[in-house]
């Protein structure tokens, strides 16, 4: 019960506070959020329970259990809810209701502290690693709610639910509601999934309870799958970045300058489709910092979508672009700027093939603008090659040769525009 509980507030079980926190947003809307999955789970479990109990119950008779006295315990979380609800950060009232309810009862909590300091080390251990390793994050980038839930469940059991959110919030995960009910609903498999599994087995051993960690399990078995299904039935469909297809709804048509054309009506089409976009606005409140820590330098080819070859989500990466994808000094100087002020510390040189930009020499390609009714272009240099494996990788070491960039990781790749593939050359 008191897993299915700690749904409703961020702060009643510590996974809340680590996995949404790039999602600040006040207690009540995320309640407000969770509501119904927290009483559908409050439901099942209550009625799962009394129901289990009831079966073994009638074999031993019943009739001997103590009357409930709500006392301080209740009135302290009451009032510790409310100022949860209420105040914007309430961390320390909170504390202070908590000590002084404590203090009251004269109550003297005896906590093991070689499992806390376990717990610690695994959830500090394990943080560091997820901030290294991105497997993780890639993991739940390519799973659906109901795979997320399941990874959350999984991971609270194998090594308890706090490592396991830090090591799945390491990076914003697509679906961090179901992430949380995975985490938070997931430890009623095994008693090591949660801390209050373990503080209850310790206290119920300490009063002489015949508490049972294979019943646990065996009640878990059904009830966690029961809980799951249902609750992530309750979440709404995820708003933005996952649930939305980003080029549904726009209308593919081509288009045709005509020279008569006012200004309004030359960009017509695209601040149309500008209104409909900004009318369901995905991105609010995306930070500037590239989410990935990466640049991405490419061709201005519009067979090439940057961030969808490469996995990506808006928020995600620095998209550079010129024609031919050449380290120009502009590059380099938007590089330094990204690296230092916007989260930059890898780059992506991505040349693509059939590019025009190696279709011939500077001298053809003088001669082709001429000849498309443009004017002597030779003073410009559009930076074309012949040979543009090697000038990937002659671009790639300018990077890193750049006094002001030699930490960045740098890599050289070419994008084949009819199969979709990446291979790297450098
Ligand atoms: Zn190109």
Same mark, same amino acid.
């Given at each position: 019960?008191?897993?299915?509980?700690?749904?409703?507030?961020? $702060? #009643?079980?510590?996974?809340?506070?680590?996995?949404?926190? #790039?999602?600040?947003?006040?207690?009540?809307?995320?309640?407000?959020?969770?509501?119904?999955?927290? !009483?559908?789970?409050c439901? !099942?479990?209550?009625?799962?329970?009394?129901?289990?109990?009831?079966?073994?119950d009638g074999q031993r008779g019943d009739g001997d259990l103590p009357p409930l006295r709500l006392g301080f315990g209740a009135a302290a979380t009451l009032a510790a809810a409310i100022l949860v609800l209420t105040l914007p950060n309430a961390a320390l009232p909170v504390l202070a209701v908590g000590l002084a309810a404590t203090a009251l009862r004269r =109550?003297?909590?005896?906590?093991?502290?070689? &499992?806390?300091?376990?717990?610690? *080390?695994?959830?500090?251990?394990?943080?560091? !690693?997820?901030?290294?390793?991105?497997?993780? &994050?890639? =993991?739940?980038?390519?799973?659906? #709610?109901? *795979?997320?839930?399941?990874?959350?469940?999984?991971?609270?059991?194998?090594?308890?639910?706090?490592? &396991?959110?830090v090591v799945l919030s390491a990076q914003p995960a697509p679906h961090p509601y179901a992430l949380l009910l995975g985490l938070d609903l997931g430890p009623n498999l095994a008693i090591t999934g949660s801390l209050s599994a373990l503080l209850w087995l310790q206290a119920a051993r300490t009063v002489g309870a015949h508490a049972s960690i294979t019943t646990y399990t065996r009640l878990g078995l059904v009830l966690v799958p029961l809980t799951l299904a249902a609750t992530l039935a309750t979440l709404p469909a995820a708003p933005g970045r996952a649930a939305t297809n980003r080029w549904e709804g726009l209308q593919r048509s081509s288009w045709t300058y005509d020279a008569s054309m006012s200004s309004e009506q030359t960009f017509a089409d695209v601040l149309a489709a500008k209104e409909t976009y900004a009318d369901d606005f995905p991105l609010p409140g995306l930070p500037a910092h590239a989410a990935k820590g990466l640049a991405v330098l490419t061709c201005i080819d519009s067979r !090439?979508?940057?961030?969808?070859?490469? $996995?990506l989500e808006p928020g995600d990466a620095k998209i550079l672009r010129n024609a031919g994808a050449r380290v120009t000094d502009d590059v380099l100087r938007t590089?330094? =700027?990204?690296?230092?002020?916007?989260?930059?510390?890898?780059?992506?040189?991505?040349?693509?093939t059939d590019c025009r930009m190696a279709a011939g020499s500077e001298d053809e390609v003088h001669a082709a603008v001429s000849e498309a009714g443009g004017p002597d272009t030779r003073s410009l240099a559009f930076l074309v090659t012949s040979d543009q494996k090697a000038t990937v990788r002659a671009d790639v070491q300018r990077i890193r040769s750049w006094p002001y960039l030699t930490h960045l990781h740098v890599g050289g790749f070419l994008y084949d525009t009819d199969t979709g593939r990446l291979s790297h050359l450098c």
């Open positions: 019960m008191a897993n299915a509980g700690s749904l409703l507030l961020p $702060g #009643s079980n510590l996974t809340n506070l680590l996995v949404l926190p #790039s999602d600040p947003q006040p207690a009540t809307a995320f309640a407000l959020r969770m509501l119904p999955a927290w !009483i559908v789970a439901a !099942i479990t209550g009625v799962f329970l009394s129901l289990g109990f009831r079966l073994q =109550l003297r909590p005896a906590l093991d502290a070689r &499992a806390l300091a376990l717990l610690f *080390t695994l959830a500090v251990s394990l943080g560091a !690693i997820a901030r290294l390793w991105h497997g993780p &994050a890639h =993991l739940l980038d390519s799973s659906g #709610s109901w *795979t997320t839930a399941g990874i959350g469940a999984l991971a609270s059991v194998l090594v308890n639910n706090l490592p &396991a959110a !090439i979508e940057p961030l969808a070859m490469l $996995g590089l330094v =700027l990204a690296s230092y002020l916007l989260g930059v510390d890898r780059a992506m040189v991505i040349a693509h």
